[in-house]
């Protein structure tokens, strides 16, 4: 009797685990630092048949200018967007310290699948942006 | 001390009491972690609804100490006269105050409406998230842009479900009670903010007569909002009567231009240019080929020598010469073509 509860309860607890197995994870990440920049940047993501959920993780922040984040979705739809602004600090006030920081988390069940861009538009900035994407398979 | 006094006391106490929880400001009470989250509150006009998700110091307006009950407020001192959106946010303790999370478990920002007299007052229900579950009291607007997000939030079931015909329907589903919220809501921002929520930008191809409706709702409305608002949307304005009758005007009269153009170079052209001439101004030009002097013809036909140089100058006119030599060469040209 003993025996059989070990049992039921290490299947209890393993079956999950050997599910979670079978979940393939894809992680990709990407930085950037951006100084004095004012060209738009585009980061495509590629999102395909084989996983079923996309989440998105933008971690920027902004020490002079202005810069603003969008989402597209492959059909050009915007999923989200952001933006962070400086008016003092950076190279030419070095003395005021001012740092603005924008986080975006997202997670998309079913994505619509092709190519995603993470459209990057800074106005002299001088900025820091980090996308991580995990994209799972069912 | 008398009991009279102390009842006395106690009456102004609570009358002083109850004078400063209805005075307007915006009022919190919320549970926060302040292991993770700094204790203070941010206050932001939001200039536009383009700005919502727009992070900079100068938008921050004011900022309010958290006390260990969870409580902070914010005066209405700051406030402008009429409605306007804002955004409360949080920042954790490593970040900088200017701080804007967006989604996930550390969504640290909600919006409100609130104008000088409005009494806001919100508090969270303790959720691990804490500006997800956002409760509202008094100002009223506030309770319907709670209503809004609701509405919006089935936005996220959609993405759950497999079949991306079912999701399809949540969504245009969720975006068409959105839609109907904007058109029933009697405040312009709450309205402005249902649609907002609705992504107007892809309706409004399909939808064009339903903004027309909302625009004409809200004409009188000349707040920054629905400017922005009305940009975006390429609506024509109805134009006047006048308008009308003068781009009618305009296309007749050019429309004439070109007609007469067209006759003027089609007809042929006379090919007889004495038929042109009145009946006397053909006795004249028969008398100057003969060649009579203009008192000689004054005299034969019984007219004045002025009336004479009048037709003279007639004839020159209409059969395009400069002098009796050209009436002359007229005549003999005529003959040969004959």
Known sequence: ?138 | MGYKKIIGLLVIFLSFNSNLKSESGIYGQFQLDTAVWSPVAYLSLIPSFNDMYSMSHSMIIDQATIDHTGSFSFSSRLLPEKDHLFRIHFSKREDPAASLIIGGKDENHFFLIANQSARVLIRNDGDSVITREIIFEGYFPNIQLQQINQIAAYLDSASFETSPVISDLIRSGVFENLRAYADTCSNPIVSLYALYKSRFESNFPLNQQFYKNFLLKWKNEETVYFEEFRKKIPVQKSRGLSFRILLFGTILFIAGFFVSLWLHKSWPKNQNPLKDLTVQERKVFSMIRKGKTNKEISESLMVSLSTVKSHVNSIYSKLEINSRKDALNLFQQENQAN
């Open chain 1, 1 to 138: 009797m003993k025996k059989l509860i070990i049992l039921v309860v290490s299947v209890f607890f393993l079956l999950p685990l050997s599910n979670a197995q079978d979940r393939a994870t894809f992680n990709t990440s990407r930085s950037l630092k951006l100084e004095n920049e004012s060209k738009e940047q585009h980061i495509s993501i590629d999102v395909s048949d084989e996983y079923d959920t996309f989440a998105l993780s933008i971690d920027s922040n902004i020490r002079e200018g202005k810069m603003s984040i969008e989402i597209l979705d492959p059909s050009g739809e915007k999923q989200g967007n952001f933006s962070i602004g400086c008016q003092v600090g950076g190279v030419n006030n070095p003395t005021t310290k001012e740092v603005v920081q924008g986080q975006f988390r997202k997670t998309f069940q079913n994505p619509k699948k092709g190519k995603w861009i993470v459209k990057i538009i800074p106005q002299n900035a001088n900025a820091q942006v980090q996308i991580i994407v995990t994209q799972v398979q069912n």
